[in-house]
């Protein structure tokens, strides 16, 4: 079996053991996986109770982390007196020994859950998004790296309501996807009612990968065959939106850069060694949104992006 056979069955078990848990949501739990093999953090928003905790718990059970430096899970509960150092960890002074020794702070885990991030101040924003770009805590002059596997799931309430502190786009633009789960269909919500999978289903999860697997399918998905009128047609959608009078802030070269690393993750899933246009239509929207700035609301942005996208893709001649 090829070395994308296997990192394809991998992120097969991933996406299935999910799909055991949180119901009626295959489109967003692909997604989620892509980014997971791609190896960028996600930004949830979406209102209380539809089940991002429980993804992401269940993202921690089916990924055997032991093997990492550092390893687990771990929830962070953003609030507005939350510092820094509550995060990150701190050096603390024991008597006995006369010496300053480091606490580390939930951060030091395999996957994060940063609950409804945009409750907390700018300053603690910023001191988890900086671990999130470098990988790595310094502090008392040492810096402590964290594992090989390293996962961020934020997640924040919509704007409009009381008491949030809006994501700074430079802040936005950190994360490789933002997604919204939303309510569950009729019969998808029957089963959430009547099974309660958070509660029965969860605690039965085994691991279906390691952290070496995951690794694995990241440096395999690199190989799949991109197209260069496809990455073309990405750049040429990116730099659209630098000149138009509807955007205030474009999308910057990280915005083209993500969506092919993300789509050749998602064309491994899919079973195929090449990416093809559904595969970059399907990324677009969480891809690219947040990375711009619209100048108002007459606009909607996935839709603006998706039209550039599509517009670009139908100029190629194959």
């Known amino acids: 079996m090829s070395e994308l056979n ?36 996600v930004l949830v928003e979406d209102l209380p109770g539809l089940g991002k905790t429980t993804a992401a718990r269940s993202l921690a059970a089916l990924i055997d982390t032991s093997g990492d430096r550092v390893h687990g899970f771990s929830r962070i509960q953003f609030t507005p007196d939350l510092l820094p150092y509550d995060i990150t960890g701190v050096d603390i002074f024991h008597p006995e020994s006369g010496e300053f020794r480091f606490n580390p702070g939930p951060i ?11 409750r907390s101040t700018p300053k603690v924003q910023s001191a988890l998004l900086e671990v ?41 633009d950190r994360f490789l996807m933002r997604l919204s789960i ?3 269909d009729r019969d998808s919500e029957f089963l ?15 691991p279906v990968c390691t952290v070496e697997d995951i690794l694995e399918a990241r440096a395999a998905s690199e190989s799949v065959f991109c197209d260069e009128r496809l990455i073309h047609a990405v750049i040429d959608a990116a730099a659209a939106t630098r000149t138009m ?74």
């Open 108 to 118: 030091f885990a395999s996957i994060v859950l940063a609950d409804e991030i945009n």
């Open 182 to 184: 939303g309510y569950p």
């Open 245 to 318: 009078k509807d955007v205030n802030t474009g999308i910057s070269p990280r915005g083209p850069l993500m969506l092919i690393k993300t789509a050749r993750s998602l064309a491994l899933m899919r079973d195929r060694d090449y990416v093809i246009d559904q595969d970059l239509l399907d990324l677009c929207g969480p891809v690219l949104c947040h990375r711009l700035i619209m100048s108002g609301k007459n606009r909607d942005a996935d839709q603006l992006v998706r039209e550039l996208i599509i517009e670009k893709l139908d100029k190629i001649n194959y």
């Open 6 to 41: 296997v990192s394809a069955l991998t992120a097969s078990g991933l996406l299935g053991g999910l799909e055991k848990v949180v119901k009626g949501k295959r489109d967003f739990l692909e997604l989620l996986t892509a980014a997971v093999i791609t190896g960028g953090h």
């Open 192 to 206: 959430i009612v009547t099974e309660d999978p958070s509660v029965k289903a969860v605690p039965k999860l085994e």
């Open 132 to 172: 999130m770009a470098e990988g790595q805590v310094t502090s008392g002059g040492t810096t402590r790296q964290l594992g090989d596997f390293f996962f961020v799931i934020a997640t924040q309430n919509p704007i409009e309501i009381e008491g949030t502190y809006s994501l700074p786009i430079a802040q936005l």
